[in-house]
Structure formats: structure tokens, C-alpha cells
């Protein structure tokens, strides 16, 4: 079904997009961003991280075919934290997001209605990916405010800059109506150009 289709190229394009998010954030910080906490009780950048790749490679690893809570997962060591430095904390991030990203583009419009398990609970393909999308942007979410607090030159805007919406809103409807989707020239800038 087409339908289907556009689901997944649109489904792939949005975790794109906030893995973007998280990778311009972590550009604009220092070694010692990663690691603040403001109380016991909260998680550094470093920690949602571990906790990120912790989920990711524990429902993406042989996706279609063993549960997404693996044996081998400690979910409670995630929020104590593994890394010591950025360099290890941009390793967990990347191999998380690896497992993850080849488990989406190995799937097919078929492999959607097919029932896939966490916990022991039935989900759709189509379920569990709605599932991630609601829970990986939560704490990409949360990684961007932490970084706007803790970058050490002034903030980058990872969207419309503030101040900057009717500018962005003139340049769109000067344009003809399309279809397109709303990462489309966010995926295509270079990862170093902000976004206007």
C-alpha cells in the first residue's frame, strides 16, 4: 500500500530529525556539559544517553524476531551512567542510533501489521515504531534544554530562531503549495549550517 510506504519514509525522516537535534546539541558543548546533573535525582546528558542506547540496541537488535526487553539489558545500570568522557558518550549515541536506523530501513510496508514483543506484550511493527517516536523525542527533549543551559557561547537555534518566525513564515508562502515533508530541508542542510 502506498500509504504504508509514506509511513515509513516519513517515520524514517522524523528519527532522523531528532537524532539531528541531539547531534547539533552535543556540538555546541564541552566535555563538562555531558556530565552535570543538577541534583541526584536527575539525569546528565551522558546518562540519557546510556539510557537512549540501552533501549535502542535492546529493541532493535533482532527486531522482528526476539523480544525488545532483552536478557542481556540492565535498564537500571543505564541511569547510573558508563562514560567518563564525550568522546564514549558520542559512541553510545552513535551505536544506539546504528542498531536502530538499519532495523527501520530493513523493514518492508508487510513487515508493519506483523506482531512484534517488549515485554511480552503484542505490538504491531506499526505500534512499536509510533511507541519509540513518542519515547526517543521525550529525551531528546530533554538533552536540548540541557544543552541551551549549558552551552558556553550563545545558543545555536536548532529551529526558527527566536524573533525569527515571521521572517520563516513570509519565505513559505511566498512559495507554491507542495507536498513535502517538514524535515525535508532540515535532513538536507550540512550538519554544521544552522537552520534558518
Given at each position: 500500500?502506498?500509504?504504508?510506504?509514506?509511513?515509513?519514509?516519513?517515520?524514517?525522516?522524523q528519527?532522523?530529525?531528532?537524532?539531528?537535534?541531539?547531534d547539533?546539541?552535543?556540538?555546541?558543548?564541552?566535555?563538562?556539559?555531558?556530565?552535570?546533573?543538577f541534583?541526584?535525582?536527575?539525569?546528565?546528558?551522558?546518562?540519557?544517553?546510556?539510557?537512549l542506547s540501552?533501549?535502542?540496541?535492546s529493541?532493535?537488535?533482532?527486531?522482528?524476531?526476539?523480544?525488545?526487553e532483552?536478557?542481556?539489558?540492565?535498564?537500571?545500570?543505564?541511569?547510573?551512567?558508563?562514560?567518563?568522557?564525550?568522546?564514549?558518550?558520542?559512541?553510545?549515541?552513535?551505536?544506539?542510533?546504528?542498531?536502530?536506523?538499519?532495523?527501520?530501513?530493513?523493514?518492508?510496508?508487510?513487515?508493519?501489521?506483523?506482531i512484534?514483543?517488549?515485554?511480552?506484550?503484542?505490538?504491531?511493527?506499526?505500534e512499536?515504531?509510533n511507541?519509540?517516536?513518542?519515547h526517543?523525542?521525550?529525551?531528546?527533549?530533554?538533552?536540548?534544554?540541557?544543552?541551551k543551559?549549558?552551552?558556553?557561547q550563545?545558543?545555536?537555534?536548532?529551529s526558527?530562531p527566536?524573533?525569527?518566525?515571521?521572517?520563516?513564515?513570509?519565505?513559505?508562502?511566498?512559495?507554491?503549495?507542495?507536498?513535502?515533508?517538514?524535515?525535508?530541508?532540515?535532513?538536507n542542510?550540512?550538519?554544521?549550517?544552522?537552520?534558518?
Amino acid at each position: 500500500m502506498a500509504m504504508d510506504n509514506d509511513y515509513l519514509e516519513s517515520i524514517k525522516k522524523q528519527f532522523q530529525y531528532y537524532k539531528i537535534l541531539g547531534d547539533k546539541t552535543f556540538a555546541q558543548l564541552n566535555e563538562e556539559a555531558f556530565f552535570w546533573q543538577f541534583n541526584e535525582e536527575s539525569n546528565s546528558i551522558a546518562i540519557i544517553v546510556n539510557h537512549l542506547s540501552g533501549n535502542m540496541l535492546s529493541r532493535f537488535t533482532d527486531f522482528l524476531t526476539s523480544d525488545g526487553e532483552k536478557e542481556w539489558r540492565n535498564r537500571d545500570a543505564e541511569f547510573e551512567g558508563s562514560a567518563t568522557t564525550k568522546q564514549e558518550v558520542l559512541a553510545q549515541w552513535e551505536k544506539g542510533w546504528n542498531c536502530f536506523l538499519q532495523a527501520l530501513a530493513s523493514l518492508t510496508e508487510e513487515d508493519l501489521a506483523r506482531i512484534v514483543y517488549i515485554r511480552n506484550q503484542g505490538h504491531t511493527v506499526t505500534e512499536a515504531l509510533n511507541r519509540q517516536l513518542a519515547h526517543y523525542p521525550y529525551h531528546i527533549g530533554q538533552i536540548v534544554m540541557l544543552g541551551k543551559m549549558l552551552a558556553q557561547q550563545p545558543w545555536q537555534s536548532l529551529s526558527i530562531p527566536k524573533g525569527g518566525s515571521q521572517t520563516f513564515n513570509d519565505i513559505k508562502f511566498s512559495q507554491a503549495q507542495q507536498k513535502a515533508h517538514f524535515t525535508d530541508e532540515f535532513l538536507n542542510q550540512k550538519s554544521d549550517e544552522p537552520r534558518n
